[in-house]
């Protein structure tokens, strides 16, 4: 345990004790106004423009500029929300999250059916499993833990009334098919790079990917559903689950089945990043260095080759995506 972990906690519990004292709009715009102002002189401000640059490539400076500084703001709005998830996720008329299940696979789910739920760092997408709960699916939600352990308990304790379970990533694929087997719902976020994924098309440039969890869905034959968590003003939120993504059987190996449909996934978000661009949170380098990019589209290409089962087992065998923490 560092100072700087002692530290960190420290500032954390501060913000939380404030944000707690008040309504969840007034909470919510404070911590907006806080790293809107702050979060363009973090060091990862470098990282967020660069990944706005790839992404909108024709976008003038200005515009990089003002959308970075609305994604922290974003970000300070998620941060100061911690406190009020129990009544963000509260149902009931006045309700602050409504929640759009385009395909009744939320129904399915509750029914102990199981579903494969992908999303992105996308308005406070904490949520995604609340609203997951509040409909009655037993829900198992992928994470990876933050390097700070006082940080990541004491984010875990506010996690405890969404009423999920979460698995770390450094836990087998195996366990991910026991809680499937138990007719449990996987609830994973995909939008962010995963140094051991495969290169997978993301705004036109190869993008290191995930494709664990599409692979489960194919070996189980489980619906592999995006699911989109958009602001719509201060506190009030439209989490929608959109039909599922069908695999292509005929393009053979899992592996290139699970390609395809991360490629998929891939531009379904870039759908809602262009919609919302400052609701998206990509504060890690998202694409390959430029120096690196010719051996990435290399890759891609090997990537979209057929493979044999044992080269897809192997596959299936990787540890899927961090998902609910903000880098």
Not at 60 to 76: D, F, H, N, Q, V
């Given at each position: 345990?560092?100072?700087?972990?002692?530290?960190?906690?420290?500032?954390?519990?501060?913000?939380?004790?404030?944000?707690?004292?008040?309504?969840?709009?007034?909470?919510?715009?404070?911590?907006?106004?806080?790293?809107?102002?702050?979060?363009?002189?973090?060091?990862?401000?470098?990282?967020?423009?660069?990944?706005?640059?790839?992404?909108?490539?024709?976008?003038?400076?200005?515009?990089?500029?003002?959308?970075?500084?609305?994604?922290?703001?974003?970000?300070?709005?998620?941060?100061?929300?911690?406190?009020?998830?129990?009544?963000?996720?509260?149902?009931?008329?006045?309700?602050?999250?409504?929640?759009?299940?385009?395909?009744?696979?939320?129904?399915?789910?509750?029914?102990?059916?199981?579903?494969?739920?992908?999303?992105?760092?996308?308005?406070?997408?904490?949520?995604?499993?609340?609203?997951?709960?509040?409909?009655?699916?037993?829900l198992t939600v992928v994470h990876a833990a933050?390097?700070?352990?006082?940080?990541?308990?004491?984010?875990?304790?506010?996690?405890?009334?969404?009423?999920?379970?979460?698995?770390?990533?450094?836990?087998?694929?195996?366990?991910?098919?026991?809680?499937?087997?138990?007719?449990?719902?996987?609830?994973?976020?995909?939008d962010q790079r995963y140094d051991d994924g495969?290169?997978?098309?993301?705004?036109?440039?190869?993008?290191?990917?995930?494709?664990?969890?599409?692979?489960?869905?194919?070996?189980?034959?489980?619906?592999?559903?995006?699911?989109?968590?958009?602001?719509?003003?201060?506190?009030?939120?439209?989490?929608?689950?959109?039909?599922?993504?069908?695999?292509?059987?005929?393009?053979?190996?899992?592996?290139?089945?699970?390609?395809?449909?991360?490629?998929?996934?891939?531009?379904?978000?870039?759908?809602?990043?262009?919609?919302?661009?400052?609701?998206?949170?990509?504060?890690?380098?998202?694409?390959?260095?430029?120096?690196?990019?010719?051996?990435?589209?290399?890759?891609?290409?090997?990537?979209?080759?057929?493979?044999?089962?044992?080269?897809?087992?192997?596959?299936?065998?990787?540890?899927?995506?961090?998902?609910?923490?903000?880098?």
């Amino acid at each position: 345990m560092t100072l700087a972990d002692r530290s960190g906690a420290i500032l954390m519990r501060a913000v939380w004790r404030v944000a707690a004292t008040l309504p969840p709009a007034r909470a919510s715009a404070l911590g907006a106004a806080i790293l809107g102002r702050s979060g363009p002189w973090i060091r990862k401000q470098r990282l967020l423009t660069d990944n706005l640059r790839t992404a909108f490539p024709d976008w003038p400076e200005a515009r990089i500029a003002a959308t970075a500084k609305a994604s922290w703001a974003s970000l300070g709005r998620v941060v100061a929300e911690f406190p009020h998830l129990a009544e963000l996720m509260a149902p009931g008329e006045s309700a602050f999250v409504e929640v759009v299940d385009e395909t009744a696979l939320l129904t399915r789910a509750a029914r102990g059916r199981p579903v494969v739920m992908a999303s992105g760092h996308f308005a406070n997408w904490e949520l995604l499993a609340g609203a997951a709960s509040r409909h009655g699916v037993p829900l198992t939600v992928v994470h990876a833990a933050r390097a700070n352990p006082l940080v990541e308990a004491l984010l875990q304790a506010h996690r405890q009334v969404l009423g999920c379970a979460f698995l770390e990533r450094g836990e087998s694929v195996l366990a991910m098919r026991r809680h499937i087997r138990a007719g449990r719902s996987i609830g994973v976020l995909l939008d962010q790079r995963y140094d051991d994924g495969e290169p997978v098309p993301f705004f036109g440039r190869p993008a290191l990917t995930a494709t664990a969890p599409a692979l489960l869905a194919i070996r189980h034959d489980l619906p592999f559903a995006p699911v989109r968590a958009e602001r719509l003003e201060g506190c009030r939120f439209r989490i929608t689950v959109e039909p599922a993504l069908h695999p292509d059987r005929t393009l053979g190996s899992p592996r290139a089945i699970a390609l395809d449909l991360m490629a998929r996934l891939n531009r379904r978000f870039e759908a809602w990043i262009r919609e919302r661009p400052e609701q998206w949170l990509c504060i890690k380098r998202r694409w390959p260095k430029p120096a690196s990019r010719k051996t990435a589209v290399a890759s891609a290409a090997v990537a979209l080759d057929d493979v044999s089962d044992e080269t897809a087992a192997a596959g299936l065998r990787q540890e899927p995506a961090r998902t609910l923490e903000a880098s």
